[in-house]
């Protein structure tokens, strides 16, 4: 039974911003922010991977493909499917028994429709985040200059 109760909790990307200029010693350092989607008790539903493996399957149409490309198993990638449709209680692919052009895997409506509002969640955090993580990291510059 699918669990109706289910949080956004967090989502891993990473931002394009580096802790300090190109030749400082916070040159190679990033901010990471993580959501998940989890449920009410922590339970990860999906999180960056699982959205990377939605994602290949609509470029590649293969989950065979995308878990290639991800460098994970095959079996690992239906694993990972399997758990977030039972959860979500939504199919988000769809499979086509092959013939003379072949099988092929895509994302169903609903797969679809939540990998662009994930993609649009990132942008829009992106962007929103702009100005806070620039001041984040000319506080941290502050401090490193004091010594």
């Not at 289910?6 to 200029?21: D, E, K, N, R």
């Not at 990471?32 to 449920?39: A, E, F, G, Y």
């Not at 962007?127 to 941290?140: E, M, P, Q, S, V």
Request: charged content about 25%; proline content about 1%.
């Amino acid at each position: 039974m699918a669990c109706p109760y289910f949080y956004l909790f967090a989502f891993i990307f990473y931002l394009s911003f580096m802790a300090g200029p190109k030749g400082s010693k916070y040159y190679d350092i990033f901010l990471k922010q993580q959501l998940h989607l989890v449920t009410k008790d922590e339970a990860i539903v999906i999180n960056e991977e699982g959205f990377t493996l939605l994602t290949e399957i609509k470029k590649q149409q293969s989950i065979v493909a995308a878990s290639r490309s991800m460098g994970i198993s095959y079996r690992k990638a239906w694993g990972l499917l399997r758990k977030i449709e039972y959860v979500l209680g939504l199919q988000l692919v769809g499979k086509h028994r092959g013939g003379k052009t072949g099988g092929k895997t895509d994302l169903t409506q609903e797969g679809i429709e939540l990998t662009e509002a994930y993609s649009n969640l990132k942008r829009d955090i992106d962007f929103a985040g702009h100005d806070l993580i620039k001041t984040f990291f000319n506080r941290i510059n502050k401090l490193s200059n004091r010594k």
